[in-house]
């Protein structure tokens, strides 16, 4: 039993810490402050709140509708696993052992065999689709699960790392590798999508080196963002299993020729990290700034309401019901505080625009327009629209915002993408968190070891090299077989 004094609370944040100073710092605050989430009563996991879980369901049903798109069903698969069949793919359960959480105990009685909770749900859905698989026609099997899985952390973060955490896996089987390296690749450039144009966090996508694959995949692709402090993060991910888990759970069809074939499967996965990649690329020293393909709320009126100021009210509420008519997120702040408070408040939130509405506004017919992404004082930051034009000009100013977001995120991507030749100089740039270094890499195992033990970086992900022979590996001399992103990572 855990001590209960021992038990972590949410922080109470006052202010939140400039973020260029402690970005770990700043990015925990903001998760708190903007009512994100809480410390759960549980050591390592916490609480999704309402607003927290908005940001959640707005990347679920980007993720989701793409899914569909490309031909996918969702389904829904057990949290236990029993462990003798965890125990049948040996790498994959080598590889997950250290994570894995047991349940060993039920109502009164100890169990016979130990029931692992889901690091990630292969094993359980190999055994169905072996079951449900006899014939080539039954193929490709096209399956997406939206779920918790549990992995036993010791350093835990909100969103970035947690024991439990919110994700999808998609899990498919097709009849050849070929068309199963398809599947992985169109998933990836879903992903790719999602991340760029939804969350407007750029990133690289690329092939995984071999210490950094999934525990029993033949081939793992990645998308890498790089965050502020220098770090990449890793946001998405999407795998050939090759026939390792087909033969390991005897998922086999009759093929055309009447052959007996095992199947190829593929599982692609992203987790609510992606909103911590989201946090902390795009938010600022008021707290978050949420582009609005993301946000929850995408406009706030806010009325400037004085003693008396009926009218105010009376304009907000209509303004709200023919902005909510139009389609848009607004939500109507009518708390009992000062506007000033208000603002502050709606900031932190991220929220992408505020409508400001005042009895001189209304003299005049129009409203103030007031853009997240823009500094105080800022050319563009601040406009006064007509009334009647209101929801056409939001709509614009969102496309913008969500592009200029975008543009900021690529642009200090790019400038902090080293193309680097000296090995002294590589691995400097390493250890210094300078960003993404790229490099010819001969993609080595012990190379990649001996980088990480100097500098604490590893690759992120790699690509073909371009043409010209003889190329060198930048860390240590040998023949170079690919370019690699190297960075420290979360
Ligand atoms: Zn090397």
Known sequence: ?????????????????????????????????????????????????????GLWERLQSALDSRFKATGHENAYFPLLIPESLLAREAEHVEGFAPEVAWVTQGGNETLTERLAIRPTSEVVIGVMYAEWLQSYRDLPILINQWANVMRWEKRTRPFLRTLEFLWQEGHTAHATESEAAQEVQQMLEVYREVAEDVVAVPVYKGEKSESERFAGANHTFSIEALMPDGRALQAGTSHELGQNFAKAYEIKFAAEDQTIQYAWTTSWGMSWRMLGALIMVHGDDRGLRIPPAMAPVEAVIVPIVRAG????????????????????????????????????????????????????????????????????????????????????????????????????????????????????????????R?????????????????????????????????????????????????????????
């Not at 402690?22 to 759960?40: F, M, N, P």
């Not at 012990?446 to 003889?470: F, I, M, Y």
């Open 309 to 432: 100021s009926d009218d105010v009210v009376a304009a907000a509420r209509e303004l709200f019901a023919t902005l909510k008519a139009a389609g848009l997120r607004v939500k109507l702040d009518e708390r009992d505080l000062r506007p000033g408070n208000k603002f502050a408040d709606w900031e932190m939130r991220g929220v992408p625009l505020r409508i400001e509405l005042g009895a001189k506004d209304i003299e005049v017919g129009v409203v103030t327009l007031v853009r997240r992404d823009k500094e105080k004082g800022e050319e563009g930051g601040k406009l006064a629209v007509p009334l009647a034009q209101t929801a056409a000009k939001i709509r614009e100013l969102l496309d913008e915002i969500q592009a200029n977001l975008f543009a900021q995120a690529r642009t200090f991507l790019e400038s902090h993408t080293l193309r680097v030749t000296d090995r002294a100089e590589f691995l400097r740039l390493c250890s210094d």
């Open 434 to 490: 300078a960003g993404m270094i790229d490099i010819p890499w001969c993609g080595l195992a012990s190379c990649e070891a001996a980088v990480k033990a100097e500098t604490s970086a590893s690759s992120r992900n790699t690509r073909p090299l371009e043409a010209g022979g003889n190329i060198r590996c930048v860390a240590c001399g040998e023949p170079a077989t690919v370019r690699a992103y190297f960075a420290q990572s979360y």
């Open 1 to 53: 039993m855990p001590d209960p004094q021992e038990l972590e609370k949410t922080p109470l944040v006052k202010e939140i810490p400039p973020k260029g100073r402690d970005l770990s710092e700043w990015y925990q605050a903001v998760c708190y402050k903007a009512e994100l989430v809480s410390l759960a009563p549980v050591r390592g996991c916490v609480v999704l709140r309402p607003y927290g879980f």
